[in-house]
């Protein structure tokens, strides 16, 4: 595709339950990062995957959120025994190198309401 | 470590006026970019305009400019001749230049054009 694209667009889950966003990245990118969008707040840095290679997950809260990029392509979010305060918007972006200097573009993001 | 701070939670401009949103940054790096932002209702993040700190020379996109004041670490947004299609989230962020790095997002500043 043209750009970036994250599904489902909307999840609503019971508390307890695991969920799983999907990122599709714009073919060809190295980089893939993940941000938690809490509303009315700036994103917050999740984790990064050059390739297939988680090389930081600093900032994933718990050891409930795990992410994936097996193939160097797709991603994953998966969040385990979900809680309210997981209810935020997660975004998806990907850049085409590893330097600072390339232009990251987003999705559209994933928003997860739990109740 | 590296912050970017918004002080303006919401501002509000008449269409066809101009409009500065602030920013400052803290960093111990020399390379690195600066970035603002823009998320409409719909969520996705869209760039603005970038800033290179090697750069003196302030970046201009059509009626979206910055004042890029190094040595203060202040990065501000002036938009010129404001549309209604402007109103949305603007996001202040930085990236470091050494390496690929994350994205460091402010929190926002809301921006209402009134008609």
């Known amino acids: 595709g043209a750009g970036v694209s994250q599904s489902p667009r909307y999840k609503v889950a019971k508390r307890g339950q695991d969920v799983a966003l999907r990122c599709d990245p714009i073919?060809?990118?190295?980089?893939l990062f993940w941000y938690q969008q809490a509303l009315g707040q700036g994103p917050e840095f999740l984790t990064y995957f050059q390739n297939e290679a988680q090389l930081d997950k600093s900032g994933l809260p718990s050891d409930r959120f795990f992410a994936e990029r097996p193939e160097g392509s797709v991603s994953t979010l998966k969040i385990q025994r979900t809680q309210q305060e997981d209810s935020a918007v997660y975004l998806c972006?990907?850049?085409?190198?590893?330097?600072?200097?390339?232009?990251?573009?987003f999705g559209q993001g994933t928003r997860l309401t739990v109740v | 470590a590296q912050t970017v701070t918004q002080s303006q939670p919401e501002m509000s401009v008449q269409e066809a006026e101009t409009v500065t949103l602030s920013c400052t940054y803290d960093t111990s790096e020399s390379d690195y970019y600066l970035f603002w932002y823009k998320q409409p209702p719909s969520r996705q993040m869209i760039l603005v305009i970038r800033?290179?700190?090697?750069?003196?020379q302030n970046a201009t996109e059509n009626r979206f400019s910055v004042n890029f004041q190094k040595a203060a670490k202040s990065f501000s947004l002036k938009i010129s001749d404001s549309q209604l299609g402007d109103a949305a989230m603007y996001f202040c962020?930085?990236?470091?230049?050494?390496?690929?790095?994350?994205?460091?997002f402010g929190k926002g500043t809301r921006l209402h054009i009134l008609p």
């Open positions: 972006a990907s850049s085409l190198a590893p330097r600072g200097d390339t232009e990251a573009f």
């Open positions: 800033q290179e700190a090697y750069k003196q």
């Open positions: 073919s060809g990118h190295v980089s």
């Open positions: 962020a930085y990236r470091s230049g050494h390496r690929d790095d994350k994205i460091i």
